[in-house]
Structure formats: C-alpha cells, structure tokens
C-alpha cells in the first residue's frame, strides 16, 4: 500500500514538472479538446491548459488516499485493497498520459487521438474487470445499486458479471485504434453496456432471491 501510494504522489508531481518545463514553449491558447473525427474542437489559455490535469490528479489522489478510511464498510475495501491501490496508480497514470498527449500536441508532434484513447481506454476498462472481480461491498468502489448494497450475494454475482463485460470492453475499444474513423463507438458503446446490464441484472437477481426467501427467514 505505501509503496502504491509514493508511485501515485510521483506520478503527480511528474505531471507537475512536465507542464512547468513545456510552460514558456506553448501558444497562449493550448487544444484542450478533440471531436470523434480526432479534429481539435476547443481550446484554453495555457495556464489551464499546463495545469488543469495535474490539478485534477491531485484532487483525486486525495479522495482516492481517503476512501479506504471514511467507507462505512472500509473493512471491505480491506480486502481487496492491493486491486485497490493498483488501480488507483492506473488512473494516475492513464491521467499523467493524457496530460503527455495534450503537451506534445501543443508542442506540434500531434499524435493520432483516435489511436491513443481507444488503447489507454481499453486498458482503464480492462483493469477496472479486475478491480470490481475482487471487489466487496462498499459505498465507492463497484457497481453500486440499490440491490447490490442490499445484499452481498446480489454484489457477488454482479460483479462477477460486471467484470467480465468491462474486460470485454477493455479489449473491444482497444480495437477501435485500428478504426480511427469510428473509434469513440468502440469505446462508448461496449461500456455502456457493460455499466447498464449489470445495473438491471442486479435488481431481476435481487428479485429472484427474494422471492426464493421464506418469509421471516
């Protein structure tokens, strides 16, 4: 755990540095954002632009550092929490790599962004199958419904579930860096469902076990 929490911090300050570094070489108005064609459709000055992202990060470290102490069922998130901390430093760096793209763009070595994102995605959604396989309930991490919360059986088995289609979307918007033209379909659409089927399998299966439950039992 502490060694995944000093890797985090790192990752931080590196994107820190690196936007401190490119600062005096980028134009006053930085690309900030990409339409599905992989075209810039936005733009902000370039203090936000450096500093936006590492600011984020920083933020969500700390809520990440604070989760496993203020979740009511933290003894939960004990038990899964080296899945915890590796996705934790997963998300530092998918975030430090956005930060990368995004300075080399402005700095004129203008990657394909229809061939970065569906690959950093696709592994985000991948590691995020293994995250809530192991997950246990709790009130941050996982496929939080009503029904799940409700019952650790209804938990277990949707998330069993759910990890399965977020690996399967993982490896589906990877994909989509071979077809740059439909790309973000690659990404949204295998992990919409992947998010939506779980939800409504948990309440038929939260339904099921009820009605299978002698009253008073």
Known sequence: MKTARIISWVVVLLAFVAGVLVYPRLPELVASHWNELGQVDGTMTRLWGVFLVPLMMLGMGLMFLAIPFIDPLKHNIAAFRPQYDRFVVLIM?????????????????????NRFMPLAMGLVFFLVGDLIRNAKRNFFVGIRTPW?????????????????????SGVVAALGALFERFSIWFILAPVSAAGLIPTVYSYFEFRRLERATPPGA
Do not use: C, P, Y
């Open 148 to 168: 799940t919360l409700s019952n650790d059986v209804v938990w277990e088995k949707t998330h069993r579930l759910g990890a399965v289609l977020f690996q399967i």
């Open 93 to 113: 760096v998918f975030m430090l790599a956005v930060h990368v793209f995004t300075l080399l763009w402005n700095l004129g070595i203008e990657i394909s962004i």
